[in-house]
């Protein structure tokens, strides 16, 4: 199994320590608004990478952790902290917002059937995990003291700048700005943030005798080192937490517990919509529920995105959600048409499975294995299919009560017939018999496919 390992920029042959326990962390939301199809795209695509993993027999242990708080609207340690913002926006407490927002982000996990993290892990449950951290940071060395926080010395880690090719000397010129008098550097970055007299910030804890929070890189690092233990198999995140949070985190692991943070580390690329990316600073989101008001499952999104790759950008339109609707939809129908066949007698096609996986190994080639799919979506049987839902978690309709039988089939083909010789009044009222059976007839360029209405 290849994957892109973006700390060594190159295409590697993946080999976990251990392949019972593959050990993966993936950076999660920050839960203070709604999640958008962005935001989701790269859960999705990471699921993928967990499928890929246990069809060649690896055994995944995922950590997925839940940003509650410390987390502010700006990178550069300054702005509000964003669970404040959203409380102030809707009139909550912060801890309602997290409870919110987190329900809302696992039910769209559940919507698109991703697979459950081994551990959900909320920041403010690892309070005492990251407190240790910063004391070990500062025992280390790594880190020092100001009037308002704990701030990692980054020139106290030589390779600090490694990951993300960072300019340093160029960094201190641009941001002299907003450079704190007390930071010995200006790529130093707060562990922890004090709460000074009459600021309003709600999570508050007590430690190194001042009320304070986390710092928003910290929890990754101290619930890493709490739940899975360094260095970790594979990382994954978006590609925009390269050059700050990934980084950061990479500096603490190593500053507290002079050790490597992972082997493999995996960015995907952003979504767009008129080649903007989707950003709630744009006003340009799209969730999922606006996807399913129009019409469309989650599902039909999941296959729109794994036509593309995940280190490519992909610009979002609802013709292109169209087209994968019909693409999932004659899926649904090979599957339908191979039940009601009970085609259980058709041979499986042989090496199909080994080469989709062989089409994922290779740095989780989705659109190939697609493209093969449907070369082959004729002859290949219900079990085949099955391999299909399962590699990538999609609905197919494989497991439904219903399915049309070959009566509803025949009236398809009497509707088909009653349309080319334009007798509208016999068409028409095959579609209410049909409608009336939960089934409707979508024409496409591929003739007629049959779906259910609900
Ligand atoms: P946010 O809550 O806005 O900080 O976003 C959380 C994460 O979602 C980011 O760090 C990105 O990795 C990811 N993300 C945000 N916007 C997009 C987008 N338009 N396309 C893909 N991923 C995104
Ligand atoms: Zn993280």
Redesign the pocket.
Known sequence: MRLYNTSTKSLEEFKPKNPEEVKIYT?G??V??A??I??F??YIYWDLLLRTLIANGFAPKRVLNLTDVG?LTSDGDTGED?LEKGAKREGKTVWEIADYYIDLFKSGFKKLNLLEPYKWARATDYIEQSEDLVKKLIENGFAYETSDGVYFDTSKFSAYSDFAHLDLNHQKAGARVAFSSEKRNVSDFAVWKFIKEGENHAMRWDFLGRPGYPGWHLECSSIIHAELGEPIDIHT?????IPV?HTNEIAQTFGAFGSELSKTWLH?????IDSE????SLGNIITLEDIEKKGYSTHDFKLWLYQGHYRKERNFTYEDLESARIRRLKWINFVLKNRQNNAIDTPRTPNFKSTLLENLNNDLNSAEAFAYIDQVAETINIEDWRDVSELFGLDLRLDDSMAPSKEDYALVEARSKAREEKNWPEADRIRDELASKNLTVLDTADGPLLQFLR
Do not use: E, V
């Open positions: 950076c939301p920050t203070y608004s999640p958008h962005g935001n795209s790269a987390h964003k995140g978006g590609i925009d937490h949070h995907c690329n952003f979504i767009t990316k989707i950003s709630k």
